[in-house]
């Protein structure tokens, strides 16, 4: 799962940034409006989270300019404190959610957790997939009850799979949203991840569609 933070104060983007990456989402950042423009528009976010007040260009243009384009991807805005015309406003030009300064980053993930799910159909936090669980609140995975123990790389590849579930997903698709852009990114790098996954899970829980990628098998 990828995300882009869009925020100018240097020490909030960074606490972001870093509360996200410990949650297990892949990283982008964009201190002004016009690289968020850029970056919203060229890369594949599962979710932003989008300051308001931002030098070059403003959030809610920003915002207004990605959905009159057709991006769809959720977006959750960062509000000045009591300032209901900005929420208002916000809504209005294509946000999902906001929140007003200053947040508990608890509270800020929680958010992202929901956006990101309600864009992919799902209304429960807990993913089920045959004998896997996994808790998108705690990103504990388990097989039949039992705890699978997975690095990060793994988990963020699961749960975009467990995110899908009976989709196909392909490989490029799988290197867009599992890295960030500074990433050194590898398509082969995927085949080994799902290697490394499907140890850890029931036989025949990733089937691979040839040609097309992989998929979440529905019974598994
Ligand atoms: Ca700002």
């Given amino acids: 799962m990828r995300v882009l933070v869009v925020e100018d104060e240097p020490a909030l983007r960074r606490q972001l940034h870093a509360a996200l990456a410990d949650a297990g989402y892949a990283v982008d950042e964009a201190a002004d409006g016009v690289d968020a423009q850029h970056l919203g528009e060229t890369e594949p976010f599962d979710a ?4 308001l007040g931002l030098p070059r260009l403003d959030g809610l243009t920003v915002l207004q300019r990605w959905r009159a384009g057709g991006r ?10 009591d300032s209901w015309h900005e929420k208002v406003a916000g809504i209005d030009a294509g946000a999902d959610d906001y929140l007003a300064k200053p947040f508990h980053t608890e509270e800020l993930l929680a958010r992202l ?8 159909g799902l209304a429960s936090p807990l993913l089920r997939c045959g004998a896997i669980e996994l808790d998108t609140r705690s990103g504990r995975v388990t097989v039949d009850g039992r705890t699978v123990a997975l690095t990060s790389h793994e988990y963020r590849l699961l749960a975009y799979l467990m995110h899908r579930p009976g ?3 392909s490989r490029t698709e799988l290197t867009e949203h599992l890295y960030a852009q500074d990433f050194e990114r590898d398509s082969n790098t995927i085949e080994v991840f799902v290697a490394r996954l499907r140890r850890k899970l029931p036989p025949d829980t990733i089937e691979t569609v040839r040609g097309l990628g992989y998929r979440l098998a529905l019974g598994a």
């Fill in 48 to 51: 932003v989270v989008l300051d």
């Fill in 72 to 81: 769809t991807m959720p977006v959750l805005i960062l509000t000045a404190r």
């Fill in 113 to 120: 957790r929901a956006l990101i799910r309600r864009s992919q």
């Fill in 167 to 169: 989709r196909v997903v």
